[in-house]
C-alpha cells in the first residue's frame, strides 16, 4: 500500500500534472479564465528555467567528495538503483542521467577503494515486468572487469527503503560500506541506512555544476529539461518527507 501511495503522490506533484490540471481549469472556467491563464504563464516561467532549479537544487544536494578525500578502505560499495533501464529485444543497458553511480562505483573499485560491489535495485514499476536492474548491472560489470566474486545483487527492492531493508539481509550493516548514490538522492538514502543501522560513509554523484559559464540563455530562457529537474526535486523532497513521518 505505502508503495503504491508513494507513486500516486509522485505523480500528483508532477510539475507537467499541475500545469495541465491550470489548462484545463482555464477551459472550464468562464469567469477567471485571465487570471487561471496568468497563473499559468508564471508558473511556466519558474519551472521552465534551468538557473532557477539548479538553485533550489543545490541547496538540496549533498556536497560532493573527491575521491582522493576518501581515506579509507571499505568492504562495499553499495549503489542504489534507478540509474537505468533494459531493452530486452536489444539486449542493451539505457543509461540514464543517474548513470554516473555505476560508473563511480567501478571507479571505486579499481583504485582499491572498496573491495565488493552491491547493485540494490529490483523493479520500481506498479506493474512488475520481471526485469530487474541489479540483475542487468551484473552483467555489465562483469564487462567492465569487475571479478564476479566481488558482485553482489539485491534485486527485491522497489525503492529506497526497500534498497537498505533487503541489503541488510546480504551483508553485516556493521560492515564499512560506502553509499552511492547521486546527490539529489542522497539525503533520503542516508535516512534509510541510517534507519537500518548501517555503518556507511557516502560518495555522492551526478552533482549539479554551479560553476559553469551562466549564459543569457542559461539564466533567461526556458528549457523544457527543467521539468525534468524540478520533478526530480520534489519527488526526492516529498519522499524524504513521507520516510520522515512513517519512519
Request: charged share 20%; glycine share 4%.
Amino acid at each position: 500500500m505505502f508503495f503504491t501511495l508513494s507513486k500516486i503522490l509522485s505523480f500528483l506533484f508532477k510539475p507537467i500534472t499541475w500545469l495541465i490540471l491550470l489548462m484545463v481549469s482555464a477551459i472550464l472556467s468562464k469567469k477567471k479564465t485571465k487570471n487561471i491563464v496568468t497563473y499559468t504563464l508564471i508558473l511556466f516561467t519558474i519551472l521552465s528555467n534551468e538557473f532557477i532549479v539548479d538553485q533550489v537544487s543545490g541547496l538540496w544536494q549533498m556536497p560532493a567528495i573527491k575521491i582522493n578525500q576518501l581515506k579509507k578502505k571499505y568492504d562495499y560499495g553499495i549503489i542504489l538503483g534507478g540509474f537505468s533501464s533494459y531493452n530486452p529485444e536489444e539486449k542493451m543497458i539505457n543509461f540514464n542521467e543517474h548513470g554516473d553511480r555505476l560508473i563511480s562505483a567501478i571507479k571505486l573499485y579499481n583504485l582499491g577503494i572498496i573491495k565488493k560491489i552491491i547493485v540494490s535495485g529490483g523493479n520500481g514499476k506498479l506493474i512488475n515486468n520481471d526485469l530487474r536492474e541489479a540483475i542487468w548491472s551484473y552483467d555489465f560489470l562483469i564487462n567492465m572487469k569487475v571479478n564476479p566474486k566481488d558482485i553482489l545483487i539485491e534485486s527485491n527492492s522497489r525503492n529506497t527503503i526497500e534498497n537498505a531493508v533487503y541489503t541488510k539481509e546480504i551483508i553485516n550493516p556493521s560492515s564499512q560500506s560506502l553509499l552511492i548514490t547521486s546527490s539529489l538522492h542522497m539525503k533520503r538514502a542516508i535516512f534509510c541506512f541510517e534507519k537500518n543501522n548501517f555503518n556507511f560513509d557516502y560518495y555522492a554523484t551526478d552533482i549539479i555544476n554551479f560553476n559553469r559559464k551562466k549564459s543569457i540563455s542559461y539564466i533567461l530562457l526556458p528549457n523544457i529539461k527543467s521539468l525534468e529537474k524540478w520533478e526530480d526535486l520534489i519527488h526526492e523532497i516529498i519522499g524524504y518527507l513521507v520516510y520522515q513521518m512513517k519512519y
